[in-house]
């Protein structure tokens, strides 16, 4: 697949989110993070947000919730207008479950790993999911520095995607940038998640394309 850049709004200004959801012509997708001040220790945005970002711009939103209890509370995001939403696995009480509302709700089903969090366990679950993310810092913040240690478990989800034969999105967020991109993409992954590479930029929107001529090298 192609690549993908999703610039996240998580480093964009707040109070303009409308204007700067518009800035990054060219994205593939708008990834919005979602912070509910327990799972991980930042408050963000929520549903309200979500649905009048829907709203706002044309690019489809890509939902990050570093939330608690997403069990509860992802299908309202799906009913907000976001097209793919993303659970942590360290939180949800039933992935398979959720993974499959999520689906029933017409988005896509993605699930998230902390840095510490192993993909082999969740072998058997990947027919169930659209999306894999792994976290390439520990969530919370925006413009931290990005892990190598996460390169060979991007490697080894590549191979068990090949291995069954899956048409599965492998995502990366977390320090994404003009001198990582390259590392991730070799790894395997094909989605990339830049927040402070992009809205950092002074052109936003030829950061995206920077990012995506970089990832296709
Ligand atoms: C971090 C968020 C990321 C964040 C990435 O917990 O999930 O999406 O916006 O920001 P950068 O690209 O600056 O590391
Ligand atoms: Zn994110």
């Given amino acids: 697949m192609a690549a993908q850049i999703n610039p996240s709004i998580l480093s964009a200004d707040f109070a303009r989110l409308a204007d700067e959801a518009q800035a990054v012509t060219g994205a593939d997708w708008l990834h919005v993070d979602v912070m509910d001040n327990h799972f991980v220790p930042n408050l963000t945005l929520g549903v309200p947000v979500v649905e009048s970002l829907a709203r706002a711009t044309d690019t489809p939103l890509d939902c990050h919730l570093m939330i608690e209890n997403p069990d509860r509370w992802a299908p309202q995001y799906v009913e907000a207008g976001a097209s793919s939403v993303t659970f942590h696995v360290e939180a949800a009480a039933a992935p398979v479950r959720l993974a499959r509302e999520i689906r029933a709700k017409g ?10 969090t192993p993909i082999e366990p ?36 590549r191979e068990l995607i090949s291995k069954h034969g899956l048409e599965l999105w492998l995502q990366v967020d977390g320090g994404v ?8 993409a070799d790894a395997g992954a094909d989605v990339f998640v830049a927040g402070s590479a992009v809205y950092g930029a ?16």
Avoid: H, N, W, Y
């Fill in 107 to 116: 988005a896509r089903a993605s699930m998230a790993l902390k840095p510490a």
């Fill in 122 to 157: 969740f072998e058997d679950l990947l027919p169930e999911l659209d999306m894999l993310l792994i976290m390439t810092v520990e969530p919370g913040f925006g413009g931290q520095a990005f892990l190598d240690i996460m390169l060979p478990k991007i490697r080894r989800t």
């Fill in 177 to 184: 940038s003009a001198s990582t991109i390259e590392r991730c």
């Fill in 202 to 217: 002074e052109d936003p929107a030829e950061a995206v394309r920077a990012l995506r001529t970089q990832a296709e090298a």
